[in-house]
Nanobody
Framework: QVQLVESGGGLVQAGGSLRLSCAASGRSFSGYYMGWFRQAPGKERDFVAAISWSGSNTYYADSMKGRFTISRDNAKNTVYLQMNSLKPEDTAVYYC???????????????WGQGTQVTVSS
């Protein structure tokens, strides 16, 4: 098992930027495929981005391409989500997740953080 703690959320104006961090502890971080999901009030938890074990492969939901960048630092056991050109519709709780296989679906991730709130004002 790996434990995940997100940070970096907050309130930002539309067009602004935020960088989320997810610190991992427990089992070998570099052995996990990492993902970010988000959940807006009253909506499903949706895939945002994912990154492979080495960081060489990244995947994004279509609405995030060109605005969000996922990266990881295995030496620091941390995965990041850089979010630029934020829109009010990006407002959600953002969750970090770890899994042993590549995927964009929630069921493919076995470990989850508690989430961090991102609010984008218009």
């Amino acid at each position: 098992q790996v434990q995940l703690v997100e940070s970096g959320g907050g309130l930002v104006q539309a067009g602004g930027s935020l960088r989320l961090s997810c610190a991992a502890s427990g089992r070998s971080f570099s052995g996990y495929y990492m993902g970010w999901f988000r959940q807006a009030p009253g909506k499903e938890r949706d895939f945002v981005a994912a990154i492979s074990w080495s960081g060489s492969n990244t995947y994004y939901a279509d609405s995030m391409k060109g605005r969000f960048t996922i990266s990881r630092d295995n030496a620091k056991n941390t995965v990041y989500l850089q979010m630029n050109s934020l829109k009010p519709e990006d407002t959600a709780v953002y969750y970090c997740a770890a899994g042993l296989v590549p995927g964009t679906e929630r069921y493919q991730y076995s470990n989850w953080g508690q989430g961090t709130q991102v609010t984008v004002s218009s």
